[in-house]
């Protein structure tokens, strides 16, 4: 068996039990600075049962916010927003659906927000982009609610293919092996900068999510390659909350402004340190020069 299936078998062994890493949720929330006193119900709940000790899912508070954001930068109004966020949480997909996926797996909530990833939703709906990568897969969410997004853009007319990366062969079990869902979907198990140029040759990319560790490395890499065969826009999308400088610098570039929206978690400890997003349309594109120094991502 190849070594990076036993190093996943191994890191998945591990996970399934991460509602029983008492010590470490403790130390999180003691990192982020929750103490029982002041949130009894949420210490208690997280520490005592919650799986999620790596990455985090939750609901947002501040779907205006959201929304106002995406009218500035999606093309689309408020309203119509709006509609695209109740379209994903009535979505029984993304909700009854998700739930029976996760109903019997220790390693998963039991009702799974997609909150995180509703901005990705609303820009994928309002911009009906014909190809989305998504840079990192992990157990699948944000693959799943993308997918949605896709087959309802099918719905109003317009195709389109989300392409999704990762470097874990046992990423990915929240979308189910359906083929409506899975029709719109090329899941790529690699390293990005041993792959990704090649499964999106030749293809515009209107949309790319980047979710593989924010480092700068990574960041110019797969920022680049959708730069240099970019639709009209291509719209890019970084979690780091700004710690990481790749999209500014590129906006520097381009003379063009990076956008940042913070998500308000509701019932959450984590500080969500938001999202930067860059719409890019392709005159700007097509004059980029390219990163001064290197730009290769280490295999
Ligand atoms: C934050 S998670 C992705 C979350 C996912 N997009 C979601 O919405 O739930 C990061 C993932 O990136 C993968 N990864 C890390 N470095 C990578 C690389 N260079 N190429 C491909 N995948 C990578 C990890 O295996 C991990 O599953």
Wanted: hydrophobic share 40%.
């Amino acid at each position: 068996m190849a070594e990076t299936t036993l190093k996943a078998r191994a890191r998945h062994a591990a996970r399934r039990l991460s509602r029983l890493r008492w010590l470490t949720k403790r130390g999180i929330l003691h990192h982020y600075g929750v103490s029982l006193r002041d949130r009894p119900a949420l210490y208690l709940r997280y520490l005592l049962w919650d799986p999620e000790v790596e990455s985090y899912s939750y609901d947002i508070a501040n779907d205006d916010e959201l929304c106002a954001f995406a009218e500035a930068n999606f093309g689309v109004t408020a309203r119509q927003a709006r509609d695209f966020l109740s379209e994903a949480r009535r979505d029984p997909e993304l909700t009854t659906r998700l739930s029976e996926r996760t109903r019997w797996r220790f390693d998963a909530k039991n009702k799974l927000p997609i909150g995180n990833r509703l901005l990705w939703y609303v820009a994928a709906r309002a911009r009906k982009p014909e190809l989305i990568v998504e840079t990192g897969i992990y157990e699948g969410l944000g693959s799943l609610v993308l997918l949605r997004a896709l087959e309802r853009n099918a719905d109003d007319g317009v195709e389109g293919r989300l392409v999704s990366i990762d470097v874990d062969p046992m990423c990915g079990f929240l979308v189910r092996d359906e083929s409506a869902l899975t029709a719109r979907w090329t899941k790529v198990i690699g390293m990005t900068g041993d792959l990704l140029p090649e499964v999106v040759a030749g293809r515009p990319i209107g949309m790319l999510l980047q979710d593989t560790p924010h480092t700068e490395e990574n960041q110019r890499y797969e920022f680049g390659v959708a730069l240099r065969q970019a639709d009209d826009p291509v719209i890019l999308i970084e979690g780091s909350g700004g710690y990481c400088p790749t999209l500014g610098e590129l906006a520097d570039q381009l003379g063009l402004q990076r956008e940042h929206f913070v998500e308000r978690p509701r019932d959450h400890f984590y500080p969500a340190p938001g999202q930067g997003v860059l719409v890019v349309p392709a005159d700007c594109a097509s004059g980029w020069n390219g990163w001064p120094g290197p730009e290769r991502q280490a295999a």
